[in-house]
Nanobody
Framework: QVRLVESGGGLVQPGGSLRLSCEAT????????MAWYRQAPGNQRELVAE???????NYADSMGARFTISRSNAKNSVYLQMSSLKPEDTAAYYC????????????WGQGTQVTVSS
């Protein structure tokens, strides 16, 4: 069984930066895509960015160029560097992964809160 542990959330002023980290533990063999999603109160969960095991990235159009996703396969970890943060970036950020084999279920983290406020 795989577990995701996120860290790095917190309170930041508009224009500031934060780096989120997520580590997968347990039976991590065969992880394919790792990603970050976010959900603000009253909104649906939305994709922020995703990255394949080979390093191919995909970003939601609405994120612009302010966010950068990266990954360490050796550490079974994914990171999200966020800059020029805006109040509308305030949300719970969730780590996600799936496996090459469809026999294995997707895994979600418990979420880490990011609040952008002065």
């Amino acid at each position: 069984q795989v577990r995701l542990v996120e860290s790095g959330g917190g309170l930041v002023q508009p224009g500031g930066s934060l780096r989120l980290s997520c580590e997968a533990t347990g039976d991590t063999y065969g992880i394919n895509v790792m990603a970050w999603y976010r959900q603000a109160p009253g909104n649906q969960r939305e994709l922020v960015a995703e990255i394949t095991r080979g390093g191919v990235t995909n970003y939601a159009d609405s994120m612009g160029a302010r966010f950068t996703i990266s990954r360490s396969n050796a550490k079974n970890s994914v990171y999200l560097q966020m800059s020029s943060l805006k109040p509308e970036d305030t949300a719970a950020y969730y780590c996600y992964l799936n496996f090459f084999s469809p026999s294995y279920p997707e895994v979600w983290g418990q979420g880490t809160q990011v609040t952008v406020s002065s």
